[in-house]
């Protein structure tokens, strides 16, 4: 191969890579849009066949699993089972801070998201709000997510969200606990549990718990040569 062909292989690749990102992060933007008006047929389209949502300690499998999580559970909770916005109520994703690792052969990747969720019922509809639920909150989470590209188009593999805090509006994070708690019983014998609980070491208390998400990239400035102990040292000096 000529230089000139090397070097055009190469240009090549990277703008296949660009492209790959601006997919993964329409795809992941399209998500929260789609969950902010409660359209879980959208939502469901976005994973593979044989994805899964991880969500309050319980995995969601397949496309069944992920509309029982986004259909039947948060429709009941939030709009009385009607799909679409409703008047009154609130439900706001921002999906932010995306760092996107395209795994080598382009036929999978990983992401790491920042989601906050402003949420709540106005005082015309307040009497539809669920009895645990506060009238205003926020909330906030990492998303730790698998891709996978089927026949040319990325879909979500694996969204694995942990939440990180909720907060009443009124009184704010520091003097709330977590509305929503952890799955205890799976499906069917809860209609809205999870297909599976995760095994105790991935159990995950909520705020104000804390709990540490693993990074799926690699340092950008010393890649996978970083070590925590090279810094420490130098605190020792």
Not at 207 to 229: D, G, N
Request: charged share 25%.
């Amino acid at each position: 191969m000529s230089d000139l062909e090397a070097r055009l292989a190469a240009l090549e690749n990277r703008v296949s890579e660009l492209e790959d990102l601006n997919a993964i992060r329409r795809l992941q933007w399209a998500y929260g849009y789609y969950i902010d008006y409660n359209r879980p047929e959208e939502v469901a389209g976005l994973f593979a066949e044989d994805g899964a949502v991880v969500f309050l300690s319980g995995e969601y499998r397949g496309h069944a699993g992920i509309m029982r999580l986004y259909g039947t559970w948060f429709q009941n909770l939030f709009t009385k089972g009607q799909r679409g916005p409703i008047r009154g109520l609130l439900l706001d994703h921002f999906q932010l801070q995306d760092v996107i690792t395209i795994a080598p052969d382009r036929q999978t990747a990983k992401a790491r998201f920042r989601g906050i969720l402003a949420g709540g019922w106005h005082d015309e509809v307040v009497g539809d709000k669920p009895e645990h639920m506060p009238q205003q909150f926020w909330e906030s989470g990492i998303y730790e997510n698998d891709y996978v590209r089927e026949n040319g188009v990325w879909k979500i593999k694996r969204l694995d969200y942990l939440m990180q805090w909720q907060g009443d509006y009124e009184t704010g994070w520091a003097h709330t606990v977590s509305h929503l708690q952890p799955a205890v019983v799976c499906y069917p014998e809860n209609p809205l549990g999870p297909d599976v609980i995760l095994p105790g070491d991935n159990y995950r208390p909520t705020w104000p718990h804390r709990q540490e998400v693993p990074m799926s990239f690699a340092h950008p400035v010393l890649a996978e040569a970083f070590r925590v102990e090279a810094f420490t040292g130098l605190m020792e000096q």
